[in-house]
């Protein structure tokens, strides 16, 4: 019986929460209902056995437990809750069919614009992930109160500054899409890299990423942008193995040991990325999925297509005509066609002012002007991207680039 | 829901009164308010004169304190405000985009607190 209830609880809750959101109106009494339902559940299931139709009457017992909340609920509790008792005495059924997919809805609210970054990654988190508040703020290396002041105040604007729980229309779609994504490739990242000095992979995160990447796409079918996201995380993910040596050091894709890249991410990726391209217009993750692709096809660092990739840099920046499109553009050019060629674009003054302080343009100047064997410039660079971040892993990475500068022969490709 | 759109200009960008884009404005402007009315929008709304004409007022321990100027000398001033019946933020949001001086300034979106 535990594992049966398990498995409903795996299968269907995140479907049951998006549903009830949409019947009771807001996050908090049906995130209290469902919880009283599955109380319910797991209290009479193994007596009557789990029913036909779980997720089905996890909704209808819930609805029916919201009502016994706002009723013991005080007056003026009730009258802020107007709007909520309306919507729960319409008629919704016998809850026997299947339960309306209302998950959509639940992520593009989650992920509204009008919240901030962290918000939207909280409430998807919590609400589609499943995740506890404890395990999201140790995921984000942030302590859980100030985790659960972020879900409540999420919640509290949903509520008081009116945003809709729908999917957005066709002429917001594009924007409100890549928003969502972003989130997702965020968790993505999170769970690839912690934010802080060790180098560990935290697994559960990347997974969780990819299972709702996996949703919109099930729910979206005609969108090649959730496609492209999810090739993308499967090539990185691709990568675990070599991406940092024993010490936990990040290794370049350039060094990396390509033979323990896993055949299998990367063959699900550019079958994700084929499903994607098929589908017109090709869009910025289609783009980045497409570099990305590139890379992993060539069996050597020598053997890349740089020239695609700079073309296809071209086309990304029509979409994200940002500085560090510009600056990872700069690269490719600095490979595909000279690292003089690639410096000349990177020292743009411009893109200077406007990477000022982000480790990684000092770390991609410093990296050009060893190419180019001058040394002390090189070095200075580095150590002015060694102050601009914290990462130890990071520190030891630039240390031994700087170990290598002083001995010339010992060193990484020129 | 009633929202209050409130228009920030600022006057680095801003066109300056007199102008062909300061003109081209005052017709933008008046479409907008016209697409309100037709897509059945409930508001009001008003300009402001610049801040130059304003005065705030502060009470402290009983002493009223009055100085020239706005609450706050900030790059960008508030220099009007829609109060428009929206069904959700979403609306509201596509509507603020709208306003002519979003090219120019900023429109803060929030909601009226119904009593």
Same mark, same amino acid.
């Given at each position: 019986?535990?594992?049966?209830?398990?498995?409903?609880?795996?299968?269907?809750?995140?479907?049951?929460?998006?549903?009830?959101?949409?019947?009771?109106?807001?996050?908090?009494?049906?995130?209290?209902?469902?919880?009283?339902?599955?109380?319910?559940?797991?209290?009479?299931?193994?007596?009557?056995?789990?029913?036909?139709?779980?997720?089905?009457?996890?909704?209808?017992?819930?609805?029916?437990?919201?009502?016994?909340?706002?009723?013991?609920?005080?007056?003026?509790?009730?009258?802020?809750?107007?709007?909520?008792?309306?919507?729960?005495?319409?008629?919704?059924?016998?809850?026997?069919?299947?339960?309306?997919?209302?998950?959509?809805?639940?992520?593009?609210?989650?992920?509204?614009?009008?919240?901030?970054?962290?918000?939207?990654?909280?409430?998807?988190?919590?609400?589609?992930?499943?995740?506890?508040?404890?395990?999201?703020?140790?995921?984000?290396?942030?302590?859980?109160?100030?985790?659960?002041?972020?879900?409540?105040?999420?919640?509290?604007?949903?509520?008081?500054?009116?945003?809709?729980?729908?999917?957005?229309?066709?002429?917001?779609?594009?924007?409100?899409?890549?928003?969502?994504?972003?989130?997702?490739?965020?968790?993505?990242?999170?769970?690839?890299?912690?934010?802080?000095?060790?180098?560990?992979?935290?697994?559960?995160?990347?997974?969780?990423?990819?299972?709702?990447?996996?949703?919109?796409?099930?729910?979206?079918?005609?969108?090649?942008?959730?496609?492209?996201?999810?090739?993308?995380?499967?090539?990185?993910?691709?990568?675990?193995?070599?991406?940092?040596?024993?010490?936990?050091?990040?290794?370049?894709?350039?060094?990396?040991?390509?033979?323990?890249?896993?055949?299998?991410?990367?063959?699900?990726?550019?079958?994700?990325?084929?499903?994607?391209?098929?589908?017109?217009?090709?869009?910025?993750?289609?783009?980045?999925?497409?570099?990305?692709?590139?890379?992993?096809?060539?069996?050597?660092?020598?053997?890349?297509?740089?020239?695609?990739?700079?073309?296809?840099?071209?086309?990304?920046?029509?979409?994200?005509?940002?500085?560090?499109?510009?600056?990872?553009?700069?690269?490719?050019?600095?490979?595909?066609?000279?690292?003089?060629?690639?410096?000349?674009?990177?020292?743009?003054?411009?893109?200077?002012?406007?990477?000022?302080?982000?480790?990684?343009?000092?770390?991609?100047?410093?990296?050009?002007?060893?190419?180019?064997?001058?040394?002390?410039?090189?070095?200075?660079?580095?150590?002015?991207?060694?102050?601009?971040?914290?990462?130890?892993?990071?520190?030891?990475?630039?240390?031994?680039?700087?170990?290598?500068?002083?001995?010339?022969?010992?060193?990484?490709?020129? | 829901?009633?929202?209050?759109?409130?228009?920030? @200009? !600022? +006057?680095?960008?801003?066109? &300056?009164?007199?102008?062909? *884009?300061?003109?081209? %404005?005052?017709? $933008?402007?008046?479409?907008?308010?016209?697409?309100?009315?037709?897509?059945?929008?409930?508001?009001?709304?008003?300009?402001? @004169? !610049? +801040?130059?004409?304003?005065? &705030?007022?502060?009470?402290? *321990?009983?002493?009223? %304190?009055?100085? $020239?100027?706005?609450?706050?000398?900030?790059?960008?001033?508030?220099?009007?405000?829609?109060?428009?019946?929206?069904?959700?933020? !979403?609306?509201?949001?596509?509507?603020?985009?709208?306003?002519?001086?979003?090219?120019?300034?900023?429109?803060?979106?929030?909601?009226?607190?119904?009593?």
């Amino acid at each position: 019986m535990e594992a049966a209830l398990e498995a409903v609880y795996r299968a269907d809750r995140d479907r049951v929460l998006a549903r009830l959101i949409g019947i009771l109106g807001e996050f908090d009494l049906a995130e209290e209902a469902l919880q009283d339902a599955w109380v319910a559940a797991v209290s009479s299931w193994p007596t009557t056995g789990v029913p036909d139709n779980p997720g089905g009457w996890l909704v209808t017992t819930a609805r029916r437990k919201a009502v016994d909340r706002l009723r013991s609920a005080s007056a003026s509790a009730r009258r802020q809750r107007a709007w909520g008792e309306l919507a729960i005495t319409w008629d919704l059924g016998d809850g026997s069919g299947p339960i309306p997919d209302d998950r959509l809805s639940l992520i593009f609210t989650c992920c509204h614009p009008a919240l901030s970054l962290e918000a939207q990654v909280a409430l998807t988190l919590r609400s589609l992930g499943g995740l506890s508040t404890e395990e999201v703020a140790k995921a984000f290396l942030i302590s859980e109160t100030a985790l659960a002041q972020r879900v409540v105040r999420a919640k509290g604007k949903i509520r008081q500054a009116g945003i809709a729980y729908r999917v957005p229309s066709s002429a917001e779609l594009p924007g409100r899409l890549g928003a969502v994504l972003a989130v997702l490739y965020l968790v993505f990242n999170a769970g690839y890299l912690p934010p802080s000095g060790a180098a560990l992979v935290n697994v559960d995160l990347c997974a969780e990423a990819l299972r709702l990447c996996q949703v919109v796409i099930t729910l979206m079918p005609d969108q090649s942008e959730p496609l492209a996201l999810a090739a993308m995380m499967r090539f990185q993910h691709a990568r675990r193995e070599a991406r940092v040596d024993a010490e936990g050091v990040p290794v370049t894709l350039e060094e990396q040991d390509r033979r323990r890249w896993d055949g299998a991410e990367v063959a699900a990726g550019l079958e994700l990325l084929d499903r994607a391209r098929a589908m017109e217009p090709v869009g910025p993750y289609g783009l980045k999925a497409s570099i990305a692709a590139l890379h992993v096809a060539a069996p050597r660092p020598d053997l890349t297509d740089w020239a695609a990739i700079v073309a296809l840099y071209d086309r990304l920046l029509a979409w994200e005509p940002t500085a560090v499109v510009r600056l990872n553009r700069a690269v490719a050019v600095a490979m595909a066609v000279s690292p003089a060629d690639g410096l000349a674009l990177v020292d743009d003054p411009v893109l200077a002012r406007e990477l000022d302080g982000y480790h990684l343009y000092a770390a991609t100047r410093a990296d050009l002007l060893r190419r180019l064997g001058r040394v002390g410039e090189a070095a200075a660079s580095y150590r002015v991207a060694r102050g601009q971040t914290n990462n130890r892993a990071e520190h030891k990475f630039i240390d031994r680039r700087l170990r290598q500068l002083e001995e010339p022969t010992a060193g990484p490709p020129g | 829901m009633r929202y209050m759109l409130i228009i920030h @200009n !600022d +006057p680095e960008l801003h066109p &300056t009164p007199g102008s062909p *884009d300061w003109d081209q %404005l005052m017709v $933008d402007y008046a479409e907008f308010s016209k697409q309100l009315v037709e897509r059945g929008h409930a508001f009001t709304g008003d300009p402001l @004169n !610049d +801040p130059s004409t304003a005065t &705030t007022v502060r009470v402290r *321990d009983g002493q009223t %304190l009055t100085t $020239d100027g706005p609450f706050a000398e900030t790059k960008e001033w508030m220099s009007g405000y829609y109060v428009v019946d929206f069904d959700s933020l !979403d609306h509201a949001l596509k509507a603020a985009a709208m306003v002519p001086s979003a090219k120019f300034g900023s429109v803060e979106v929030r909601p009226v607190a119904e009593m």
